[in-house]
């Protein structure tokens, strides 16, 4: 690891403090997850219209100990009471996945902009219901965004430049985390809790596949599982391989494992394309040239500690009438991109600065749109609502079933 990156990761965690503006919005956080570290509480640091204001928790004096933590200044006696101060804007959501239904629900209807933890809820039939809220269709309506953070990185940008949806005839996608990192007690094995690794990292992979693509599956061909299958972790996932049909019989694949090698294997999407003709003035009339490009990206989930662009581009001379292969070659490039600046293209202008994690892109793209300005990513409701009933899709292919519905009744 070089200097440069060490200290680079040494800023992401322990980031300046900016001030604050007086129009700041003013969060709760409902739960003291410590993943609301990552999704929240460091980027706000970062943000001048951002401030982390009050925290609740099913234990008050573990919410007391995490705003102590974290200086934050108020601990709320429940969530209700959370939703009930005029004074919070809005609410990050990063329970157990089971309660994003409840509680995203609940936090809309106290008129609270939500940034809700992914995957968004349980299933599709509580996406139909959360997604399609009349109070979304009002005018000014809460903002609701699904976190999927590393959609919001530049390097992200930068890769699906380089993606022509429209020749994608193949792609793999594959993510992990370590064995020692996630125990069997984890809420991700909780059957209950709408547990399981299509529900974790697996959701990366569908996004991916998803926006690659830049189509809905139109059939999950296999989803091969190992699952545990006693107690309240049975038909919970740790590992899985699903294959997807792509509209044209394209194919997208997905491997991913809360159980995975005791090293920590970096995410990656690689995107195969069609060999499509490429114009080209210099050859004689009696010749065509072709090229296959093949891009992968690597670590786009935690972009910040190590990422990189590849692309392949294999290229053929042929003779037009014999079809015979005059000149074959192969170019390859690689490119990082830790900030707007060097992205390039669209994002050139906009702010960033290479310490700055997916997170950090991601708040602020909310901010914008909660203070009513455009923003140059988002993820929209009918977005989510595809990414659950890919999810789904998924489950009921596996023989495990969709994730249990919340008992919690929305009308």
Not at 237 to 244: L, N, S
Not at 267 to 286: C, M
Request: charged residues 25%; hydrophobic residues 40%; contains cysteine.
């Amino acid at each position: 690891m070089s200097l440069s990156q060490l200290k680079r990761i040494y800023w992401a965690f322990n980031p300046p403090t900016v001030e604050k503006r007086t129009d700041a919005l003013r969060f709760g956080i409902i739960g003291a997850a410590n993943s609301a570290a990552w999704a929240l509480i460091i980027p706000a640091k970062l943000h001048p219209e951002v401030v982390i204001q009050a925290v609740a928790a099913r234990d008050r004096k573990r919410a007391e100990e995490f705003a102590k933590k974290n200086g934050i200044p108020e601990v709320k006696d429940s969530y209700q009471e959370l939703l009930d101060d005029p004074n919070i804007d809005c609410i990050l959501v990063p329970l157990p996945n089971a309660l994003h239904f409840e509680w995203a629900v609940k936090a809309i209807r106290a008129g609270k902009h939500v940034l809700l933890e992914k995957p968004s809820v349980s299933n599709s039939i509580e996406a139909e219901i959360l997604f399609k809220m009349p109070e979304l269709d009002q005018p000014n309506p809460p903002v609701l965004l699904e976190a999927f953070h590393y959609r919001f990185h530049p390097i992200w940008s930068v890769f699906m430049s380089l993606v022509n949806p429209a020749d994608v005839v193949h792609v793999d996608t594959y993510s992990m985390i370590p064995w020692w990192f996630v125990n069997k007690d984890h809420i991700h094995f909780n059957y209950n809790l709408a547990g399981g690794t299509m529900m974790g990292m697996g959701t990366y992979n569908f996004a991916a596949l998803r926006l690659i693509f830049g189509a809905e599956p139109e059939e999950c061909i296999s989803a091969d599982v190992k699952a545990f299958t006693e107690g309240v972790h049975h038909d919970c996932d740790y590992e899985f391989k699903a294959k997807f049909r792509f509209p044209n019989g394209c194919i997208g694949e997905a491997f991913s494992t809360l159980q995975g090698p005791t090293v920590w294997h970096p995410s990656y999407a690689t995107v195969t394309h069609r060999q499509v003709e490429v114009p080209d003035k210099t050859l004689p009339p009696s010749q065509e040239k072709f090229v296959t490009r093949e891009v992968t990206i690597h670590g786009f989930i935690h972009a910040i500690f190590w990422h990189r662009v590849d692309v392949k581009e294999s290229y053929e001379i042929r003779d037009k009438s014999t079809k015979k292969v005059i000149k074959k070659w192969t170019e390859s490039r690689s490119q990082k991109a830790h900030t707007p600046k060097e992205a390039g293209g669209d994002l050139a202008n906009l702010e960033g600065e290479t310490y700055w994690m997916s997170f950090r892109y991601q708040l602020e793209a909310f901010v914008n749109r909660v203070k009513g300005r455009e923003t140059a990513y988002w993820v929209d409701r009918e977005d989510s609502l595809n990414q659950m009933k890919m999810v789904d899709m998924a489950y009921e292919k596996s023989g495990l079933g969709v994730r249990p519905t919340s008992k919690f009744q929305a009308n």
